[in-house]
C-alpha cells in the first residue's frame, strides 16, 4: 500500500495528464475563440470588394440571403455591392458559447457610425456571420 503522501502526489500527476489533455482536445479555449470571433468581425468590416473570398468563407448562406439579399454568385458578380465600404471596427462585447458567438460592434464609415449585434456560428472550424440586427445610424462625431 502507498503512503498517502505517494497517493496525493499519484492523482495529482492523473489530474494534471487529464487537464492537459483536455486543452489539447478543445477544452478551456474560451479566449482563442473570442479572439478569433473579434478579428473575423474586425476583417469583415474592413473588408473591401477584393477580399470577396474571406467574406464569402466567413458569412453563411443563410446570412447571405437574409441579411445582403444575395446568394454566393451573385455577391461574388457585384463584391463591391455585396461588402460594401470598408469601416472602423469597435468591438462593444463578445459572448462566446460553445460553437456561436454575439458581437455588439461599431463600424464607423466617414461620419456615420452603424451599431449591430451580431450572431456568429462556427462551422467546420470557421467562424461564419449568421445573422445581423438592424443598425442604428447616427451622423456626425461618434
Known amino acids: 500500500m502507498f503512503p498517502s503522501w505517494r497517493m496525493a502526489v ?26 478569433d470571433v473579434e478579428d473575423v468581425i474586425r ?8 477580399d470577396i473570398d474571406y467574406f ?11 441579411v445582403v439579399g444575395t446568394d454566393e454568385a451573385g455577391c461574388r458578380a457585384d463584391a463591391a455591392a455585396c461588402i460594401g ?5 469597435t468591438i462593444k462585447s463578445t459572448t462566446v458559447s460553445g460553437d456561436t458567438a454575439t458581437v455588439r460592434a461599431d463600424f464607423k464609415s466617414g461620419s456615420d457610425t452603424k451599431s449591430y449585434e451580431i450572431g456568429l456560428v462556427k462551422e467546420n472550424g470557421t467562424w461564419k ?14
Do not use: R
Not at 17 to 30: R, T, W
Not at 56 to 66: F, K
Open 10 to 35: 499519484v492523482f495529482g500527476l492523473v489530474f494534471a495528464a487529464v487537464s492537459a489533455l483536455a486543452l489539447a482536445c478543445g477544452g478551456g479555449g474560451g479566449d482563442t475563440d473570442k479572439q
Open 56 to 66: 464569402i468563407d466567413h458569412v453563411t448562406a443563410n446570412a447571405l440571403h437574409t
Open 129 to 142: 456571420i449568421e445573422t445581423l440586427n438592424s443598425p442604428t445610424a447616427t451622423s456626425g462625431s461618434q
Open 43 to 50: 476583417k469583415l468590416g474592413a473588408a473591401g470588394p477584393s
Open 85 to 89: 465600404k470598408p469601416s472602423t471596427v
